[in-house]
């Protein structure tokens, strides 16, 4: 039973910074890729970041390149999204996920196949 748990949502003035955290229990964390993903209200769930098992490789979202940050320690099973200059409309509630294969790459959401329970982010302008 894999378990994600998913840390450091909150409110945030336009510009400011927050820190995500993902805690995985359960399955070999250190060879499947995680991601990040969100939901707004009224919209569907988007890609915001991605990295590989070993965290060679990275991929974002065009909306969040160069302002977010995914990194995650294998040794301590967590994986961590730095946002920063925040943006009102980056408010939404924020997933942590897990890839469905072993040592595979990318950043489709029907490719994951565990979730966190999603934390909430919210940028006032």
């Known amino acids: 039973q894999v378990q994600l748990v998913e840390s450091g949502g909150g409110l945030v003035q336009a510009g400011g910074s927050l820190r995500l955290s993902c805690a995985a229990s359960?399955?070999?964390?250190?060879?499947?890729?995680m991601g990040w993903f969100r939901q707004a209200p009224g919209k569907e769930r988007e890609f915001v970041a991605a990295?590989?098992?070993?965290?060679?490789?990275?991929r974002y979202a065009d909306s969040v390149k160069g302002r977010f940050t995914i990194d995650r320690d294998n040794a301590k099973n967590t994986v961590s999204l730095q946002m920063n200059s925040l943006k009102p409309e980056d408010t939404a509630v924020y997933y942590c996920?897990?890839?469905?294969?072993?040592?595979?790459?990318?950043?489709?959401?029907?490719?994951?196949?565990?979730w966190g329970q999603g934390t909430q982010v919210t940028v006032s302008s």
């Open positions: 996920a897990l890839h469905g294969s072993m040592l595979r790459f990318g950043d489709q959401a029907k490719d994951y196949i565990y």
């Open positions: 359960g399955r070999t964390f250190s060879l499947y890729t």
């Open positions: 990295i590989s098992w070993g965290g060679e490789s990275t």
